[in-house]
C-alpha cells in the first residue's frame, strides 16, 4: 500500500490519534511527576508555619513525621507531636466547629498539660466584618484561648457570654464565635480522652494536674 493510501485509511488515522494521545498523556505524566515535589515541599513548608504560630518552645524532632491517627467526635483525627529529647511536650492537631456559613476549621496548640498554646481559623466561609472576626488578623478575639484548659474557665463556662459563658460574642454574630469556642473546648475533651496515647503513655511533667 503507498503512503498516500495509508494516510488515508480509518487505521492509520486510529493509529496517528492514539499515539498523539499517548504522547500527551506521558508528557502530563511526567510534568506532574516535575512539579509534585516543589507542591509537596510547600505544603509541609505552609503546614510548618502554621505549627509555629499556635506552638511555644523549641523542639527538636519533625512534627510532620511524627503523627498519631486517633478516632475524634468527628471522625479521624491526626496528632502532629511536638518533641523534646525525645518526650512529647506539645501537640497540634486541627477541630473544626459550625459557623454561620458553613464549617470553621482550626488548628490548635496543645502542650503536655493540657494547657492551650495557640488557636487559630484556617479555614471558614463566614460573613466579612461580622464573623470573620475569628481571624487572627482581624480581631484579638481568637488569642483569648491561649493558656486556657479544662478547668480555667470551669466546663459550664465554656461558652459565649450571651450562653452563660465567659467569651466574648461579635456584635450581629453569635453563632460564629459559639462555633469556635465549642470546637476549641471539644480538642481540649479530645486530648484528656487520649492523654495517655498522645504523650507516649507517659504522664505530665512531674505529674502535675490544674488546681
Same mark, same amino acid.
Request: glycine residues 14%; positive net charge.
Given at each position: 500500500?503507498?503512503?498516500?493510501?495509508? !494516510?488515508?485509511? &480509518?487505521?492509520?488515522?486510529?493509529?496517528?490519534?492514539? +499515539?498523539? =494521545?499517548?504522547?500527551?498523556? =506521558?508528557?502530563?505524566?511526567?510534568?506532574? /511527576? @516535575?512539579?509534585?515535589?516543589?507542591?509537596?515541599? *510547600?505544603?509541609?513548608?505552609?503546614?510548618?508555619?502554621?505549627?509555629?504560630?499556635?506552638?511555644?518552645?523549641?523542639?527538636?524532632?519533625?512534627?510532620?513525621?511524627?503523627?498519631?491517627?486517633?478516632?475524634?467526635?468527628?471522625?479521624?483525627?491526626?496528632?502532629? !507531636?511536638?518533641?523534646?529529647?525525645?518526650? %512529647?511536650?506539645?501537640?497540634?492537631?486541627?477541630?473544626?466547629?459550625?459557623?454561620?456559613?458553613?464549617?470553621?476549621?482550626?488548628?490548635?496548640?496543645?502542650?503536655?498539660?493540657?494547657?492551650?498554646?495557640?488557636? /487559630?481559623?484556617?479555614?471558614? /466561609?463566614?460573613?466579612?466584618?461580622?464573623?470573620?472576626?475569628?481571624? =487572627?488578623?482581624?480581631? !484579638?478575639?481568637?488569642?483569648?484561648?491561649?493558656?486556657?484548659?479544662?478547668?480555667?474557665?470551669?466546663?459550664?463556662?465554656?461558652?459565649?457570654?450571651?450562653?452563660?459563658? %465567659?467569651?466574648?460574642?461579635? *456584635?450581629?454574630?453569635?453563632?460564629?464565635?459559639?462555633? %469556635?469556642?465549642?470546637? %476549641?473546648?471539644?480538642?481540649?475533651?479530645?486530648?484528656?480522652?487520649?492523654?495517655?496515647? &498522645?504523650?507516649?503513655?507517659? @504522664?505530665?511533667?512531674? +505529674?502535675?494536674?490544674?488546681?
Amino acid at each position: 500500500m503507498k503512503l498516500e493510501q495509508l !494516510r488515508g485509511s &480509518l487505521a492509520y488515522q486510529g493509529f496517528l490519534l492514539g +499515539g498523539t =494521545a499517548l504522547l500527551t498523556t =506521558a508528557a502530563l505524566a511526567l510534568a506532574a /511527576r @516535575a512539579t509534585d515535589a516543589d507542591i509537596h515541599a *510547600a505544603e509541609a513548608r505552609d503546614m510548618k508555619q502554621s505549627f509555629a504560630v499556635v506552638l511555644t518552645g523549641q523542639y527538636d524532632n519533625d512534627l510532620l513525621k511524627d503523627t498519631l491517627t486517633l478516632n475524634g467526635p468527628n471522625g479521624e483525627v491526626t496528632v502532629y !507531636r511536638a518533641r523534646k529529647a525525645g518526650q %512529647v511536650e506539645a501537640l497540634v492537631y486541627k477541630v473544626s466547629g459550625n459557623g454561620y456559613a458553613g464549617a470553621v476549621d482550626c488548628i490548635m496548640g496543645i502542650d503536655r498539660t493540657g494547657k492551650i498554646t495557640g488557636v /487559630r481559623v484556617i479555614k471558614h /466561609r463566614e460573613t466579612p466584618g461580622l464573623g470573620d472576626k475569628i481571624e =487572627a488578623a482581624k480581631s !484579638r478575639w481568637i488569642f483569648a484561648f491561649e493558656g486556657k484548659y479544662l478547668g480555667d474557665p470551669p466546663a459550664d463556662k465554656w461558652g459565649v457570654k450571651k450562653d452563660g459563658g %465567659v467569651f466574648d460574642q461579635f *456584635a450581629g454574630a453569635t453563632i460564629t464565635p459559639r462555633g %469556635v469556642v465549642k470546637a %476549641v473546648k471539644g480538642g481540649l475533651e479530645f486530648f484528656e480522652k487520649n492523654r495517655a496515647q &498522645l504523650l507516649d503513655g507517659s @504522664a505530665p511533667l512531674g +505529674g502535675a494536674t490544674h488546681e
